[in-house]
Protein backbone atom coordinates (compact mmCIF):
# COMPACT_ATOMS: atom_id res chain seq x y z
CA UNK A 1 0.00 0.00 0.00
CA UNK A 2 2.40 2.40 1.19
CA UNK A 3 4.58 1.42 -1.93
CA UNK A 4 1.17 2.50 -4.30
CA UNK A 5 0.76 5.97 -2.35
CA UNK A 6 4.73 6.51 -3.04
CA UNK A 7 4.55 5.86 -6.90
CA UNK A 8 1.53 8.34 -6.99
CA UNK A 9 3.06 10.56 -5.17
CA UNK A 10 5.01 13.12 -7.78
CA UNK A 11 1.57 13.45 -9.39
CA UNK A 12 -0.74 13.93 -6.62
CA UNK A 13 2.06 16.73 -5.77
CA UNK A 14 1.69 18.47 -8.85
CA UNK A 15 -2.11 18.36 -9.26
CA UNK A 16 -1.90 19.67 -5.73
CA UNK A 17 0.37 23.10 -7.12
CA UNK A 18 -2.25 23.65 -9.49
CA UNK A 19 -4.66 23.92 -6.98
CA UNK A 20 -6.22 20.58 -8.77
CA UNK A 21 -6.25 18.06 -5.36
CA UNK A 22 -6.74 18.22 -1.88
CA UNK A 23 -6.83 15.78 1.27
CA UNK A 24 -10.93 14.98 1.72
CA UNK A 25 -12.52 12.55 4.04
CA UNK A 26 -15.57 12.24 3.02
CA UNK A 27 -16.68 9.53 -0.33
CA UNK A 28 -19.81 9.84 -2.75
CA UNK A 29 -18.02 7.35 -5.39
CA UNK A 30 -21.01 4.62 -5.43
CA UNK A 31 -17.88 1.68 -5.68
CA UNK A 32 -15.66 3.00 -2.88
CA UNK A 33 -18.19 3.25 0.02
CA UNK A 34 -16.55 0.03 1.60
CA UNK A 35 -14.03 2.01 2.21
CA UNK A 36 -15.44 5.16 4.17
CA UNK A 37 -15.71 4.06 7.47
CA UNK A 38 -12.15 3.64 7.39
CA UNK A 39 -11.44 6.81 5.41
CA UNK A 40 -14.21 8.82 8.23
CA UNK A 41 -12.01 7.69 11.38
CA UNK A 42 -9.08 9.30 9.97
CA UNK A 43 -9.06 12.92 11.77
CA UNK A 44 -8.80 15.94 9.47
CA UNK A 45 -5.68 17.76 9.35
CA UNK A 46 -4.48 21.50 8.57
CA UNK A 47 -2.12 21.02 5.85
CA UNK A 48 -5.38 19.29 4.37
CA UNK A 49 -7.93 22.21 5.28
CA UNK A 50 -4.95 24.71 3.75
CA UNK A 51 -5.02 22.33 0.42
CA UNK A 52 -8.72 22.71 0.07
CA UNK A 53 -8.43 26.62 1.00
CA UNK A 54 -5.60 26.83 -1.86
CA UNK A 55 -8.25 24.86 -4.57
CA UNK A 56 -11.12 27.16 -3.57
CA UNK A 57 -8.42 30.04 -3.98
CA UNK A 58 -7.35 28.82 -7.34
CA UNK A 59 -11.61 28.32 -8.74
CA UNK A 60 -11.99 32.02 -7.50
CA UNK A 61 -9.36 32.87 -9.70
CA UNK A 62 -9.75 31.62 -12.87
CA UNK A 63 -13.59 32.17 -12.57
CA UNK A 64 -12.70 35.67 -12.26
CA UNK A 65 -10.12 36.33 -14.77
CA UNK A 66 -12.94 35.14 -17.43
CA UNK A 67 -14.81 37.98 -15.88
CA UNK A 68 -11.90 40.25 -16.10
CA UNK A 69 -11.26 39.20 -19.80
CA UNK A 70 -14.80 39.50 -21.18
CA UNK A 71 -14.71 43.54 -21.45
CA UNK A 72 -11.62 43.21 -23.84
CA UNK A 73 -13.77 42.63 -26.64
CA UNK A 74 -15.29 46.29 -26.79
CA UNK A 75 -12.24 48.43 -23.65
CA UNK A 76 -9.22 48.70 -22.83
CA UNK A 77 -6.24 50.74 -21.87
CA UNK A 78 -4.46 50.16 -24.92
CA UNK A 79 -7.61 48.55 -26.61
CA UNK A 80 -6.91 47.52 -30.48
CA UNK A 81 -9.98 46.32 -32.21
CA UNK A 82 -8.73 43.94 -34.98
CA UNK A 83 -7.29 40.77 -33.16
CA UNK A 84 -10.57 39.57 -32.50
CA UNK A 85 -10.20 36.12 -33.48
CA UNK A 86 -7.11 35.68 -30.93
CA UNK A 87 -8.99 36.90 -28.36
CA UNK A 88 -12.24 34.24 -28.68
CA UNK A 89 -9.78 31.86 -28.65
CA UNK A 90 -8.03 33.60 -25.13
CA UNK A 91 -11.90 33.61 -23.81
CA UNK A 92 -12.25 29.98 -24.56
CA UNK A 93 -9.17 28.87 -23.32
CA UNK A 94 -9.70 30.94 -20.01
CA UNK A 95 -12.85 29.11 -19.40
CA UNK A 96 -12.39 25.61 -20.71
CA UNK A 97 -9.45 25.95 -17.63
CA UNK A 98 -12.11 27.37 -15.13
CA UNK A 99 -14.26 24.61 -15.49
CA UNK A 100 -11.70 21.95 -15.43
CA UNK A 101 -10.55 23.49 -12.06
CA UNK A 102 -13.79 23.87 -10.68
CA UNK A 103 -15.16 19.87 -11.96
CA UNK A 104 -11.78 18.86 -10.26
CA UNK A 105 -12.42 20.49 -7.07
CA UNK A 106 -16.01 19.03 -6.91
CA UNK A 107 -14.58 15.96 -7.92
CA UNK A 108 -11.80 15.61 -4.80
CA UNK A 109 -14.11 17.89 -2.41
CA UNK A 110 -17.41 15.21 -2.45
CA UNK A 111 -15.99 12.15 -4.18
CA UNK A 112 -12.41 11.55 -2.79
CA UNK A 113 -11.72 9.74 -5.76
CA UNK A 114 -7.77 9.67 -5.95
CA UNK A 115 -7.66 7.77 -2.54
CA UNK A 116 -10.44 5.46 -3.37
CA UNK A 117 -9.24 5.41 -6.72
CA UNK A 118 -5.72 3.94 -4.58
CA UNK A 119 -7.36 1.72 -2.50
CA UNK A 120 -9.37 0.08 -5.02
CA UNK A 121 -5.87 -0.54 -6.84
CA UNK A 122 -4.58 -1.55 -3.98
CA UNK A 123 -7.22 -4.32 -3.36
CA UNK A 124 -6.68 -5.77 -7.44
CA UNK A 125 -3.18 -6.45 -6.68
CA UNK A 126 -2.72 -7.54 -3.56
CA UNK A 127 -5.97 -10.07 -2.76
CA UNK A 128 -5.56 -13.60 -2.64
CA UNK A 129 -7.21 -13.39 -6.32
CA UNK A 130 -4.43 -11.94 -7.71
CA UNK A 131 -2.11 -14.16 -5.74
CA UNK A 132 -4.40 -17.52 -7.28
CA UNK A 133 -4.16 -16.18 -10.82
CA UNK A 134 -0.01 -14.91 -10.20
CA UNK A 135 -0.62 -11.49 -11.68
CA UNK A 136 2.43 -9.32 -11.19
CA UNK A 137 1.45 -6.81 -8.47
CA UNK A 138 4.91 -5.13 -8.67
CA UNK A 139 4.52 -4.19 -12.24
CA UNK A 140 5.95 -1.26 -12.79
CA UNK A 141 4.67 -0.25 -16.53
CA UNK A 142 2.08 1.53 -14.67
CA UNK A 143 4.51 3.39 -12.45
CA UNK A 144 6.80 4.29 -15.81
CA UNK A 145 3.90 5.08 -17.78
CA UNK A 146 3.02 7.90 -15.11
CA UNK A 147 6.47 9.17 -14.57
CA UNK A 148 6.92 9.62 -18.43
CA UNK A 149 3.45 11.64 -18.56
CA UNK A 150 4.69 13.22 -15.58
CA UNK A 151 7.23 14.61 -17.59
CA UNK A 152 5.79 15.18 -20.67
CA UNK A 153 3.44 17.19 -18.92
CA UNK A 154 5.80 19.30 -17.33
CA UNK A 155 7.66 20.51 -19.93
CA UNK A 156 4.33 21.08 -21.70
CA UNK A 157 3.52 24.11 -18.75
CA UNK A 158 7.24 25.42 -18.59
CA UNK A 159 7.24 25.78 -22.07
CA UNK A 160 3.85 27.54 -22.62
CA UNK A 161 4.38 29.87 -19.62
CA UNK A 162 8.36 30.39 -20.52
CA UNK A 163 6.89 31.19 -23.89
CA UNK A 164 4.10 33.28 -23.08
CA UNK A 165 6.16 35.07 -20.39
CA UNK A 166 9.05 36.01 -23.23
CA UNK A 167 6.45 36.78 -25.69
CA UNK A 168 5.05 39.62 -22.80
CA UNK A 169 8.62 41.35 -21.89
CA UNK A 170 10.26 40.87 -25.33
CA UNK A 171 7.44 42.75 -28.04
CA UNK A 172 8.12 40.48 -30.35
CA UNK A 173 4.62 39.50 -30.80
CA UNK A 174 2.32 43.11 -30.09
CA UNK A 175 -1.32 41.45 -30.81
CA UNK A 176 -0.15 38.38 -28.80
CA UNK A 177 0.61 40.50 -26.00
CA UNK A 178 -2.18 43.48 -25.91
CA UNK A 179 -4.69 40.43 -26.05
CA UNK A 180 -3.52 39.00 -23.36
CA UNK A 181 -3.55 41.65 -21.06
CA UNK A 182 -6.18 43.36 -22.32
CA UNK A 183 -8.50 45.17 -20.28
CA UNK A 184 -4.95 45.98 -18.41
CA UNK A 185 -2.25 47.75 -20.19
CA UNK A 186 0.39 45.76 -22.03
CA UNK A 187 3.25 48.65 -20.99
CA UNK A 188 2.74 47.63 -17.44
CA UNK A 189 5.62 45.92 -15.67
CA UNK A 190 3.26 44.51 -12.50
CA UNK A 191 0.65 43.57 -15.17
CA UNK A 192 2.93 41.62 -17.25
CA UNK A 193 4.24 39.77 -14.36
CA UNK A 194 0.80 39.35 -13.13
CA UNK A 195 -0.39 38.01 -16.35
CA UNK A 196 2.75 35.56 -16.70
CA UNK A 197 2.21 34.09 -13.09
CA UNK A 198 -1.41 33.31 -14.21
CA UNK A 199 -0.48 31.92 -17.40
CA UNK A 200 2.02 29.58 -15.27
CA UNK A 201 -1.63 28.59 -13.01
CA UNK A 202 -3.32 28.52 -16.52
CA UNK A 203 -0.98 26.15 -18.31
CA UNK A 204 -0.83 23.68 -14.79
CA UNK A 205 -4.66 23.32 -14.78
CA UNK A 206 -4.79 23.06 -18.93
CA UNK A 207 -2.42 19.97 -18.66
CA UNK A 208 -2.36 17.75 -15.61
CA UNK A 209 -5.82 16.86 -15.87
CA UNK A 210 -4.48 15.15 -18.82
CA UNK A 211 -2.38 13.35 -17.23
CA UNK A 212 -4.47 12.22 -14.61
CA UNK A 213 -6.61 10.51 -16.56
CA UNK A 214 -3.80 9.07 -18.79
CA UNK A 215 -2.05 7.41 -15.21
CA UNK A 216 -5.53 6.02 -13.93
CA UNK A 217 -6.67 4.90 -17.64
CA UNK A 218 -3.07 3.12 -18.26
CA UNK A 219 -2.88 1.48 -14.87
CA UNK A 220 -6.57 0.19 -15.99
CA UNK A 221 -5.37 -0.94 -19.17
CA UNK A 222 -2.74 -2.75 -17.79
CA UNK A 223 -4.68 -4.70 -15.22
CA UNK A 224 -7.19 -5.82 -17.97
CA UNK A 225 -4.11 -7.11 -20.01
CA UNK A 226 -3.10 -9.45 -17.14
CA UNK A 227 -6.61 -11.02 -17.45
CA UNK A 228 -6.24 -11.53 -21.30
CA UNK A 229 -2.93 -13.54 -20.65
CA UNK A 230 -3.91 -15.52 -17.25
CA UNK A 231 -6.64 -16.91 -19.86
CA UNK A 232 -4.32 -17.28 -22.83
CA UNK A 233 -1.51 -19.22 -20.27
CA UNK A 234 -4.21 -21.67 -18.65
CA UNK A 235 -8.25 -21.65 -20.06
CA UNK A 236 -6.95 -22.01 -23.32
CA UNK A 237 -4.26 -24.87 -22.42
CA UNK A 238 -7.07 -27.06 -21.06
CA UNK A 239 -5.15 -26.87 -17.64
CA UNK A 240 -7.11 -29.03 -15.27
CA UNK A 241 -8.22 -26.15 -13.00
CA UNK A 242 -9.33 -23.85 -15.84
CA UNK A 243 -12.41 -23.26 -14.45
CA UNK A 244 -11.00 -22.05 -11.00
CA UNK A 245 -9.42 -19.63 -12.91
CA UNK A 246 -12.11 -18.44 -15.33
CA UNK A 247 -14.31 -18.54 -11.87
CA UNK A 248 -11.00 -15.76 -10.05
CA UNK A 249 -10.82 -13.76 -13.40
CA UNK A 250 -14.66 -13.17 -13.56
CA UNK A 251 -14.19 -11.78 -9.67
CA UNK A 252 -10.89 -9.99 -11.20
CA UNK A 253 -12.91 -8.43 -13.84
CA UNK A 254 -15.74 -7.11 -11.65
CA UNK A 255 -13.22 -5.05 -9.42
CA UNK A 256 -11.51 -3.58 -12.66
CA UNK A 257 -15.12 -2.56 -13.72
CA UNK A 258 -15.85 -0.96 -10.47
CA UNK A 259 -12.18 0.92 -10.69
CA UNK A 260 -13.81 2.28 -14.27
CA UNK A 261 -16.74 3.03 -12.35
CA UNK A 262 -15.01 5.35 -10.39
CA UNK A 263 -12.69 6.83 -12.73
CA UNK A 264 -16.18 7.57 -14.86
CA UNK A 265 -18.02 9.42 -12.10
CA UNK A 266 -15.15 11.35 -11.34
CA UNK A 267 -13.86 12.27 -15.16
CA UNK A 268 -16.95 12.07 -16.97
CA UNK A 269 -17.70 16.08 -17.04
CA UNK A 270 -14.02 16.93 -17.27
CA UNK A 271 -13.88 15.17 -20.38
CA UNK A 272 -17.08 16.66 -21.79
CA UNK A 273 -15.54 20.28 -20.96
CA UNK A 274 -12.72 19.14 -22.99
CA UNK A 275 -14.16 17.70 -25.79
CA UNK A 276 -16.31 21.08 -26.11
CA UNK A 277 -13.93 23.99 -25.54
CA UNK A 278 -11.27 22.21 -26.86
CA UNK A 279 -12.58 21.92 -30.22
CA UNK A 280 -14.22 25.44 -30.32
CA UNK A 281 -10.40 26.96 -29.40
CA UNK A 282 -8.80 24.54 -32.49
CA UNK A 283 -11.23 26.10 -34.70
CA UNK A 284 -10.86 29.50 -33.82
CA UNK A 285 -6.68 29.06 -33.67
CA UNK A 286 -6.94 27.66 -37.73
CA UNK A 287 -9.12 30.89 -38.63
CA UNK A 288 -6.33 33.29 -37.15
CA UNK A 289 -3.84 31.47 -38.55
CA UNK A 290 -5.38 31.58 -42.16
CA UNK A 291 -6.10 34.94 -41.86
CA UNK A 292 -2.22 35.90 -40.86
CA UNK A 293 -0.74 33.83 -43.00
CA UNK A 294 -2.75 35.70 -45.93
CA UNK A 295 -1.40 38.85 -44.59
CA UNK A 296 2.18 39.21 -43.31
CA UNK A 297 2.60 36.69 -40.52
CA UNK A 298 4.72 37.42 -37.74
CA UNK A 299 6.98 33.84 -37.49
CA UNK A 300 7.23 33.80 -33.91
CA UNK A 301 3.14 34.52 -33.22
CA UNK A 302 2.78 31.89 -36.01
CA UNK A 303 5.06 29.17 -34.29
CA UNK A 304 2.79 30.08 -30.82
CA UNK A 305 -0.44 29.43 -32.29
CA UNK A 306 0.40 27.10 -34.04
CA UNK A 307 2.24 25.16 -30.73
CA UNK A 308 -1.50 25.93 -28.83
CA UNK A 309 -3.32 24.54 -31.67
CA UNK A 310 -1.59 21.32 -32.05
CA UNK A 311 -2.26 20.95 -27.96
CA UNK A 312 -5.69 21.44 -28.16
CA UNK A 313 -5.84 18.61 -31.06
CA UNK A 314 -3.60 16.65 -28.98
CA UNK A 315 -5.02 16.69 -25.67
CA UNK A 316 -8.87 15.45 -26.58
CA UNK A 317 -7.34 13.12 -28.38
CA UNK A 318 -5.20 11.49 -25.87
CA UNK A 319 -7.81 11.42 -23.99
CA UNK A 320 -9.86 9.55 -26.70
CA UNK A 321 -7.39 6.82 -27.29
CA UNK A 322 -6.99 5.96 -23.63
CA UNK A 323 -10.53 6.05 -22.96
CA UNK A 324 -11.21 3.78 -26.08
CA UNK A 325 -8.38 1.30 -24.93
CA UNK A 326 -9.68 0.73 -21.85
CA UNK A 327 -13.55 0.06 -23.24
CA UNK A 328 -11.37 -2.27 -26.03
CA UNK A 329 -9.77 -4.25 -23.27
CA UNK A 330 -12.71 -4.60 -20.53
CA UNK A 331 -14.84 -6.14 -23.31
CA UNK A 332 -11.63 -8.35 -25.32
CA UNK A 333 -11.76 -11.01 -23.29
CA UNK A 334 -15.02 -12.18 -24.75
CA UNK A 335 -13.30 -13.86 -27.98
CA UNK A 336 -11.30 -15.66 -25.50
CA UNK A 337 -13.85 -17.03 -23.60
CA UNK A 338 -15.57 -18.75 -26.41
CA UNK A 339 -12.49 -20.78 -27.00
CA UNK A 340 -12.67 -22.34 -23.49
CA UNK A 341 -12.86 -25.92 -23.97
CA UNK A 342 -16.26 -26.57 -21.06
CA UNK A 343 -16.01 -30.65 -21.14
CA UNK A 344 -16.37 -31.46 -17.75
CA UNK A 345 -17.45 -28.09 -16.34
CA UNK A 346 -20.31 -28.57 -13.84
CA UNK A 347 -23.24 -26.12 -13.30
CA UNK A 348 -21.10 -23.90 -10.89
CA UNK A 349 -18.45 -23.46 -13.29
CA UNK A 350 -21.10 -22.59 -16.71
CA UNK A 351 -23.18 -20.47 -14.20
CA UNK A 352 -20.23 -18.08 -13.30
CA UNK A 353 -18.95 -18.54 -17.16
CA UNK A 354 -22.24 -17.33 -18.66
CA UNK A 355 -21.91 -14.74 -15.78
CA UNK A 356 -18.51 -13.31 -16.93
CA UNK A 357 -20.09 -13.52 -20.68
CA UNK A 358 -23.34 -11.95 -19.96
CA UNK A 359 -21.20 -8.92 -18.24
CA UNK A 360 -19.02 -8.82 -21.59
CA UNK A 361 -21.79 -8.90 -23.66
CA UNK A 362 -23.67 -6.83 -21.60
CA UNK A 363 -23.52 -2.76 -21.66
CA UNK A 364 -20.50 -0.75 -22.49
CA UNK A 365 -17.84 -1.02 -20.14
CA UNK A 366 -15.57 2.14 -20.25
CA UNK A 367 -15.36 5.61 -19.57
CA UNK A 368 -18.17 8.16 -20.80
CA UNK A 369 -19.06 12.32 -21.83
CA UNK A 370 -21.34 13.53 -19.28
CA UNK A 371 -22.29 9.42 -18.16
CA UNK A 372 -24.28 9.49 -21.48
CA UNK A 373 -21.56 8.49 -24.23
CA UNK A 374 -19.12 5.87 -23.86
CA UNK A 375 -16.03 6.21 -25.49
CA UNK A 376 -15.39 3.73 -28.19
CA UNK A 377 -13.18 3.68 -30.90
CA UNK A 378 -16.73 3.72 -32.93
CA UNK A 379 -17.58 7.09 -30.80
CA UNK A 380 -14.03 8.41 -31.89
CA UNK A 381 -14.52 7.51 -35.77
CA UNK A 382 -18.15 9.36 -35.62
CA UNK A 383 -16.75 12.44 -33.76
CA UNK A 384 -13.85 13.31 -36.14
CA UNK A 385 -16.77 12.85 -38.96
CA UNK A 386 -19.22 14.94 -37.38
CA UNK A 387 -16.43 17.71 -36.70
CA UNK A 388 -15.63 17.80 -39.70
CA UNK A 389 -18.60 18.49 -41.65
CA UNK A 390 -19.42 20.79 -38.97
CA UNK A 391 -16.30 22.78 -39.62
CA UNK A 392 -16.57 22.46 -43.44
CA UNK A 393 -20.35 23.87 -43.06
CA UNK A 394 -20.07 26.93 -41.04
CA UNK A 395 -16.79 28.19 -41.84
CA UNK A 396 -17.70 30.44 -44.16
CA UNK A 397 -20.18 31.51 -41.59
CA UNK A 398 -17.91 31.98 -38.91
CA UNK A 399 -15.63 33.71 -41.14
CA UNK A 400 -18.85 36.46 -42.17
CA UNK A 401 -19.57 37.15 -38.63
CA UNK A 402 -15.78 37.56 -38.11
CA UNK A 403 -15.58 40.48 -41.02
CA UNK A 404 -18.53 41.80 -40.63
CA UNK A 405 -19.60 42.39 -37.05
CA UNK A 406 -18.56 45.03 -35.28
CA UNK A 407 -16.92 43.94 -31.88
CA UNK A 408 -20.33 44.28 -29.62
CA UNK A 409 -22.14 42.25 -32.68
CA UNK A 410 -19.46 39.69 -31.79
CA UNK A 411 -19.28 39.45 -28.61
CA UNK A 412 -22.91 38.59 -28.49
CA UNK A 413 -22.31 36.00 -31.45
CA UNK A 414 -19.68 34.25 -29.22
CA UNK A 415 -21.69 31.28 -28.19
CA UNK A 416 -23.31 30.44 -30.90
CA UNK A 417 -20.11 30.24 -32.84
CA UNK A 418 -18.42 27.95 -30.46
CA UNK A 419 -21.83 25.72 -30.59
CA UNK A 420 -21.50 25.29 -34.04
CA UNK A 421 -17.70 24.07 -34.29
Known amino acids: MASMRTHMRPLHTSLALFGLSHGSNSSLVEPAKAFDAKA ?77 YVQQYITVISDDISKYLKTNPACQKAKRSMIRALVVGWIIVIFNAVTVGFLLFSNLTPDVTVTLCNPLSHKSIPVKIFISVLFLLLSGVWVFPVVLHYSLTTAIEIRFQELHEVIENTALEDCPNRFETL ?50 PNITEMIVLLFW ?55 SI ?50 IIILFS
Not at 43 to 63: A, E, G, T
Not at 285 to 296: A, E, M, N
Not at 366 to 380: D, F, Y
Not at 382 to 408: E, G, L, Q, Y
Open 309 to 363: LACSFIMPFIISIKSAKVHEKAHGLSSLIMDVNLDGATMQDLAHINLLVAKLHGP
Open 40 to 116: NSKPPHLLSKVKKVYCLFVCCVLSLNVLRYIPSFWVGIDFVPHPTALRIVVLVWFIENAVSSIVLFVFFENKNHFER
Open 247 to 296: KCVRYKHLQLCKMVETVDQSLSYYVANVYLLSIGTACFLIYDLISKVSGD
Open 366 to 415: GLSVLGIITITKEMILTHHHFTTMIKRNHSTHINDVIKNSNSMKLANKII
